[in-house]
């Protein structure tokens, strides 16, 4: 439900104070990796090795096979073991790389489809990979082991077989998409707030992307039961550093607050023939720890199960929680999702600019290596039937540092055009995000959509920690991430709509509510205050919260799939050549005037996100993708009542 304008300030002034004590890292000056100096000799390492996958070709016709329904192989999904053995690393090269780790005094502890696991002491890694340790704290206090110079080098027999070895590198780090939200103007008493800014819990987006109702019942594939489209057999993966509060997801659905002396309320259960949902923990690599309130990823893990499951209740979420973001946790989470195999749809709800792993920003030394490996990994779990999704990130196009201020930084540089890893990734769904904006019906907690908008807010200039001084960095954006890869080749099914790029992969592919004007906004330079935002409502640590991101917008796609998935009777692996597909037909079908039920996505929507532009009418774009969801008809159930207003039986 949305909030009543008439009690627009007090809603504020109680959901400011729970976002006071949380970091904005995007403003803020970014905290730094502490070094303490020179690990001790004897002290145990582990590491992982990825080796290169075989047959790469044929994967890559396997991958579009399961994805043209014209194919035998269609939605034939492998186990990880038929993986391993049609596509996994070379047996040779596996066992010739353990021999070489084991004289290096090494142990292998594990071997996974692509990787092996690996322990010995700091001496061995110094010896083998000529570099010195040092212990480092990062910002969450983590104590890690870096390389000295932020890279091993490989010994000619590991390297010449593709080898890679991404742990050592910390300074290798991945942000959250999510930021809390800033105080937005107070309207007329006399219109709802939904009139000029939006505050959504996710029952109200359901209406507004005019979800199927919840009472719709329909017959899935490889079913003769008419089934509750609700998510009920799906199972939602979330790759986070944090776990939750279990107390806070329980709040979203069911909950009452004063605003203003009156009552908020969620009230699921009471029309419901579902349970409310709940979240399973798995660790990786031993987790980060208890959920701890004053960090963005707690944030982010918080916000991140209630979008997904707000939009399919009906389905069941592993949350996979490691102990930070950096590339080697990263990976070592995603290779634990595809090992484990028991997630349909991954949603992450971070990234790092892709330039960060070139070789021009690291001093003449190529990290992409890291980037292929992972690419690899989201392979393996396409070909399983895994869906990937990853939020398009905040900081609208330009989203990097420059080259200059990455190798020297200084004062007065500004950021530059560049995209998000991992949603820069062919085989991973980048989403994107708007304002939206929904009608206004005194006296009735509905959200029926209205508009939306893609324009950026400017930021004040970013601070980083740099020694004992902090550098300025301008340019600083907040808007839809979106652009063109420049490590990742255009895939085939870009070619179905006009990308804006002939050879590269483009960013995002679709987009819902992201929400604007953030707590570091240039009221200066466009006081966002005064023009359409929008944002969510989430509960953290107890309290209600208002929230924005594409953290918000790519959990609530993960949603949407969840009941794809128990439509279609099971995975769907890469969905984006069937959203590239739909806009096709769309466009095909008239566009912005095609019969109602071939109009998938929204096409009147304008905006730019400080780099690229969109327009009504348009089919893709760099800032919003193929454009925002009517999903019911994308689920293809264009006949289906749509949900109605929150807390009633069809949107409970």
């Given at each position: 439900?949305?909030?009543?304008?008439f009690?627009?300030?007090?809603?504020?002034?109680?959901?400011?104070?729970?976002?006071?004590?949380?970091?904005d890292?995007?403003?803020?000056?970014?905290?730094?990796?502490?070094?303490?100096?020179?690990?001790?000799?004897?002290?145990?390492?582990?590491?992982?090795?990825?080796?290169?996958?075989?047959?790469?070709?044929a994967?890559?016709?396997?991958?579009?096979?399961?994805?043209?329904?014209?194919?035998?192989?269609?939605?034939?999904?492998?186990?990880?073991?038929?993986?391993?053995?049609?596509?996994?690393?070379?047996?040779?090269?596996v066992?010739?790389?353990?021999?070489?780790?084991?004289?290096?005094?090494?142990?292998?502890?594990?071997?996974?489809?692509?990787?092996?696991?690996?322990?010995?002491?700091?001496?061995?890694?110094?010896?083998?990979f000529?570099?010195?340790?040092?212990?480092?704290?990062?910002?969450?206090?983590?104590?890690?082991?870096?390389?000295?110079?932020?890279?091993?080098?490989?010994?000619?027999a590991?390297?010449?077989?593709?080898?890679?070895?991404?742990?050592?590198?910390?300074?290798?780090?991945?942000?959250?998409?999510?930021?809390?939200?800033?105080k937005?103007?107070t309207?007329?008493?006399?219109?709802?707030?939904?009139?000029?800014?939006?505050?959504?819990?996710?029952?109200d987006?359901?209406?507004?992307?005019?979800?199927?109702?919840?009472?719709?019942?329909?017959v899935?594939?490889h079913?003769?039961?008419?089934?509750?489209?609700?998510?009920?057999?799906a199972?939602?993966?979330?790759?986070?550093?944090?776990?939750?509060?279990?107390?806070?997801?329980?709040?979203?659905?069911?909950?009452?607050?004063?605003?203003?002396?009156?009552?908020?309320?969620?009230?699921?259960?009471?029309?419901?023939?579902?349970?409310?949902?709940t979240?399973?923990?798995?660790?990786?690599?031993?987790?980060?720890?208890a959920?701890?309130?004053?960090?963005?990823?707690?944030?982010?893990?918080?916000?991140?199960?209630?979008?997904?499951?707000g939009?399919?209740?009906?389905?069941?979420?592993?949350?996979?929680?490691?102990?930070?973001?950096?590339?080697?946790?990263?990976?070592?989470a995603?290779t634990?999702?595809?090992?484990?195999?028991?997630?349909?749809?991954?949603?992450?709800?971070?990234?790092?600019?892709?330039?960060?792993?070139?070789?021009?920003?690291?001093?003449g030394?190529?990290?992409?290596?890291?980037?292929?490996?992972?690419?690899?990994?989201?392979?393996?779990?396409?070909?399983?039937?895994?869906?990937?999704?990853a939020?398009?990130?905040?900081?609208?196009?330009?989203?990097?540092?420059?080259?200059?201020?990455?190798?020297?930084?200084?004062?007065?540089?500004n950021?530059?055009?560049?995209v998000?890893?991992p949603?820069?990734?062919?085989?991973?769904?980048?989403?994107?995000?708007?304002?939206?904006?929904?009608?206004?019906?005194?006296?009735?907690?509905?959200?029926?959509?209205?508009?939306?908008?893609?324009?950026?807010d400017?930021?004040?200039?970013?601070?980083?920690?740099?020694?004992?001084?902090?550098?300025?960095?301008?340019?600083?954006?907040?808007?839809?991430g979106?652009?063109i890869?420049?490590?990742?080749?255009?895939?085939?099914?870009?070619?179905?709509?006009?990308?804006?790029?002939?050879?590269?992969?483009?960013?995002?592919?679709?987009?819902?509510?992201?929400?604007?004007?953030?707590?570091?906004?240039?009221?200066a330079?466009?006081?966002?205050?005064?023009?359409?935002?929008?944002?969510?409502?989430?509960?953290?640590?107890?309290?209600?919260?208002?929230?924005i991101g594409?953290?918000?917008?790519?959990?609530?796609?993960?949603?949407?799939?969840?009941?794809?998935v128990?439509?279609?009777?099971?995975?769907?692996?890469n969905?984006?050549?069937?959203?590239?597909?739909?806009?096709?037909?769309?466009?095909l079908?008239?566009?912005?005037?095609?019969?109602?039920a071939?109009?998938y996505?929204?096409?009147?929507?304008?905006?730019?996100?400080?780099?690229?532009?969109?327009?009504?009418?348009?089919?893709?774009?760099?800032?919003?993708?193929?454009?925002?969801?009517i999903?019911?008809?994308?689920?293809?159930?264009?006949?289906?009542?749509?949900?109605?207003?929150p807390?009633?039986?069809?949107?409970?």
């Amino acid at each position: 439900m949305r909030i009543r304008s008439f009690v627009t300030g007090a809603v504020l002034g109680a959901l400011a104070m729970t976002c006071a004590s949380l970091p904005d890292e995007a403003s803020a000056a970014a905290a730094m990796a502490q070094s303490l100096g020179a690990a001790k000799q004897d002290a145990s390492t582990q590491f992982s090795v990825y080796l290169p996958l075989t047959h790469t070709a044929a994967l890559e016709q396997l991958l579009k096979e399961q994805t043209d329904e014209a194919s035998s192989n269609y939605h034939r999904w492998l186990t990880p073991a038929q993986f391993k053995n049609q596509f996994g690393p070379s047996r040779a090269d596996v066992a010739r790389t353990r021999s070489l780790l084991e004289a290096a005094g090494f142990t292998v502890t594990g071997e996974q489809t692509q990787s092996l696991q690996v322990t010995g002491p700091v001496w061995a890694v110094e010896k083998a990979f000529a570099t010195q340790l040092q212990q480092v704290k990062m910002p969450k206090g983590r104590i890690r082991l870096e390389a000295s110079n932020h890279h091993l080098t490989l010994p000619q027999a590991l390297s010449a077989m593709g080898a890679v070895i991404p742990q050592f590198t910390p300074h290798l780090i991945s942000h959250t998409h999510s930021r809390p939200g800033r105080k937005l103007a107070t309207i007329s008493p006399q219109a709802r707030l939904s009139s000029d800014d939006s505050f959504f819990y996710p029952n109200d987006l359901n209406e507004a992307y005019q979800l199927p109702s919840f009472r719709t019942e329909v017959v899935p594939l490889h079913s003769r039961k008419p089934a509750q489209i609700a998510g009920v057999g799906a199972t939602i993966g979330i790759v986070i550093s944090s776990v939750i509060n279990p107390d806070d997801l329980a709040k979203t659905f069911n909950s009452s607050f004063l605003a203003g002396g009156v009552p908020i309320n969620q009230n699921y259960s009471a029309n419901s023939n579902l349970p409310v949902p709940t979240v399973k923990i798995r660790k990786v690599n031993g987790g980060s720890g208890a959920f701890d309130p004053t960090t963005a990823d707690a944030f982010e893990a918080s916000l991140d199960t209630q979008m997904s499951l707000g939009t399919a209740p009906g389905a069941k979420e592993i949350l996979y929680d490691m102990p930070d973001l950096s590339n080697d946790s990263v990976l070592d989470a995603y290779t634990a999702v595809v090992e484990d195999n028991k997630v349909d749809v991954v949603n992450s709800s971070f990234g790092e600019c892709e330039l960060d792993f070139t070789a021009a920003y690291n001093g003449g030394t190529d990290f992409t290596s890291i980037l292929k490996a992972q690419h690899a990994i989201f392979q393996q779990g396409n070909a399983q039937g895994i869906t990937f999704l990853a939020s398009s990130g905040d900081s609208g196009a330009p989203a990097c540092v420059s080259k200059a201020f990455a190798n020297n930084p200084t004062n007065g540089t500004n950021f530059v055009l560049g995209v998000e890893n991992p949603a820069d990734d062919p085989n991973v769904t980048a989403v994107g995000g708007t304002n939206l904006q929904t009608s206004a019906t005194p006296g009735v907690d509905d959200a029926a959509y209205k508009s939306e908008n893609a324009d950026f807010d400017p930021r004040l200039p970013a601070q980083f920690q740099v020694g004992s001084q902090l550098v300025s960095v301008g340019n600083n954006t907040w808007g839809s991430g979106g652009g063109i890869s420049q490590v990742f080749p255009k895939p085939l099914y870009q070619f179905l709509v006009n990308t804006g790029s002939a050879t590269r992969r483009t960013v995002p592919d679709v987009s819902l509510m992201m929400g604007g004007c953030p707590g570091d906004a240039d009221l200066a330079a466009l006081d966002c205050t005064a023009v359409p935002r929008s944002a969510v409502i989430m509960w953290f640590d107890g309290s209600p919260t208002l929230v924005i991101g594409t953290s918000a917008s790519s959990p609530e796609m993960a949603g949407v799939l969840a009941l794809a998935v128990e439509l279609n009777g099971g995975r769907l692996g890469n969905v984006n050549p069937l959203i590239y597909a739909l806009s096709a037909i769309q466009t095909l079908a008239g566009g912005t005037r095609a019969p109602k039920a071939f109009q998938y996505f929204h096409r009147n929507i304008s905006g730019n996100n400080n780099g690229f532009a969109v327009k009504p009418g348009q089919a893709y774009s760099e800032v919003l993708g193929n454009s925002t969801l009517i999903v019911k008809n994308f689920l293809q159930l264009p006949l289906a009542a749509p949900a109605g207003t929150p807390n009633t039986p069809s949107n409970p």
